[in-house]
């Protein structure tokens, strides 16, 4: 039985499917989006986390780190050197105060189904059942779909949340085993979802044409950007490409959130977004919603 990595298994989520549902965060995505909202999945293996509130100051992670990646501040602080850190995990291993761990952890399919069966009930009276996301899901085929198979042993509804980044037979080899696709729709324009991701949208495009035709069950969901993807053309890319696809379940609006930036310090990560780009008022999320629906376009889990 294969195992995978992942960083988190959030239960009672009900933002990644219908019903309550229990999502299982992958690691590793072949896209840089400029606005990931989980920076600390795209590597695909462990990555060190610094909470510096944590942090007692004794020292222990310095004299631990095989590159010399930390050092003492004169706030007696740890003070970490990312360039320099391979992620090894040493200093987590003596930091008791916890400031330093490791995000992101190999597993087996039945210890991931031990945590999702747990809330069993919940999918039962909610029609809710388990999400994979990440990160990337199909980056991990083997993984994703022992884990999806074994779910639907148990009789549990399976959404993938994907960007549909990936080959056709990936895709194809789990279609019997997904009831809903969550697929992301990032950028109409193959040269600015280029410049948004760091790849064009033709293979993601045609993924999601050939479930289409294969039947699958599909929600749009479409993430907007002020200053970027949000603009008229964009939706009316969105509109366009939902009248191509009359079998959709609906699209979905994701307004943007800059919770994120929180991370990138505690990852040692930076992001080329600008500081500038804040989220949506609810007014501006409004205008989008009426602008589609006024095109014919049938919208889901939103206002």
Same mark, same amino acid.
């Given at each position: 039985?294969?195992?995978?990595?992942?960083?988190?298994?959030?239960?009672?989520?009900?933002?990644?499917?219908?019903?309550?549902?229990?999502?299982?965060?992958?690691?590793?995505?072949?896209? !840089?989006?400029?606005?990931?909202?989980?920076?600390?999945?795209?590597?695909?293996?462990?990555?060190?986390?610094?909470? =510096?509130?944590?942090?007692?100051?004794?020292?222990?992670?310095?004299?631990a780190c095989p590159?010399?990646?930390?050092?003492l501040g004169a706030?007696?602080?740890?003070?970490?050197?990312?360039?320099?850190?391979?992620?090894?995990?040493?200093?987590?291993?003596?930091?008791?105060?916890? %400031?330093?761990?490791?995000?992101?952890?190999?597993?087996?399919?039945?210890?991931?189904?031990?945590?999702?069966?747990?809330? !069993?009930?919940?999918?039962?009276?909610?029609?809710?059942?388990?999400?994979?996301? /990440?990160?990337?899901?199909?980056?991990?085929?083997?993984?994703?779909?022992?884990?999806?198979?074994? %779910?639907?042993?148990?009789?549990?509804?399976?959404?993938?949340?994907?960007? /549909?980044?990936?080959?056709?037979?990936?895709?194809? =080899?789990?279609?019997?085993?997904?009831?809903?696709?969550?697929?992301?729709?990032?950028?109409?324009?193959?040269?600015?979802?280029?410049?948004?991701?760091?790849?064009?949208?033709?293979?993601?495009?045609?993924?999601?044409?050939?479930?289409? !035709?294969?039947?699958?069950?599909?929600?749009?969901?479409?993430?907007?950007?002020?200053?970027?993807?949000?603009?008229?053309?964009?939706?009316?890319?969105?509109?366009?490409?939902?009248?191509?696809?009359?079998?959709?379940?609906?699209?979905?609006?994701?307004?943007?959130?800059?919770?994120?930036? %929180?991370?990138?310090? =505690?990852?040692?990560?930076?992001?080329?977004?600008?500081?500038?780009?804040?989220?949506?008022?609810r007014a501006t999320?409004?205008?989008?919603?009426?602008?589609?629906?006024?095109? /014919?376009?049938?919208?889901?889990?939103?206002?």
């Amino acid at each position: 039985m294969p195992t995978g990595w992942i960083f988190d298994i959030q239960r009672f989520s009900i933002h990644d499917g219908p019903g309550i549902r229990t999502t299982v965060f992958f690691k590793g995505c072949p896209l !840089r989006c400029l606005w990931c909202g989980n920076p600390e999945s795209i590597r695909p293996r462990p990555q060190l986390s610094y909470l =510096r509130e944590k942090c007692l100051g004794c020292g222990d992670c310095a004299g631990a780190c095989p590159r010399t990646a930390i050092a003492l501040g004169a706030d007696h602080k740890a003070s970490l050197d990312w360039s320099r850190c391979d992620h090894c995990g040493r200093c987590a291993v003596v930091c008791d105060a916890k %400031a330093l761990e490791m995000v992101g952890r190999n597993v087996g399919v039945a210890e991931v189904l031990a945590v999702v069966l747990r809330d !069993r009930d919940y999918y039962a009276a909610s029609g809710g059942g388990m999400t994979l996301s /990440g990160g990337e899901p199909l980056a991990q085929p083997d993984f994703a779909e022992a884990l999806l198979h074994a %779910a639907k042993a148990e009789s549990l509804h399976c959404c993938v949340e994907t960007s /549909g980044m990936a080959e056709w037979s990936v895709l194809k =080899r789990l279609l019997g085993a997904v009831d809903l696709w969550l697929y992301d729709y990032k950028e109409t324009d193959p040269h600015l979802h280029a410049k948004f991701t760091g790849f064009g949208n033709a293979p993601i495009l045609a993924n999601l044409h050939a479930l289409h !035709r294969a039947d699958a069950k599909i929600v749009l969901r479409c993430p907007m950007i002020p200053e970027h993807n949000a603009r008229q053309q964009h939706l009316d890319g969105i509109a366009a490409l939902a009248r191509q696809l009359p079998k959709l379940e609906g699209v979905e609006l994701l307004p943007y959130y800059d919770l994120w930036r %929180a991370k990138l310090t =505690r990852f040692g990560l930076t992001s080329p977004l600008p500081e500038s780009v804040k989220p949506p008022d609810r007014a501006t999320v409004q205008s989008w919603h009426d602008y589609l629906r006024q095109r /014919g376009v049938r919208l889901v889990a939103s206002s």
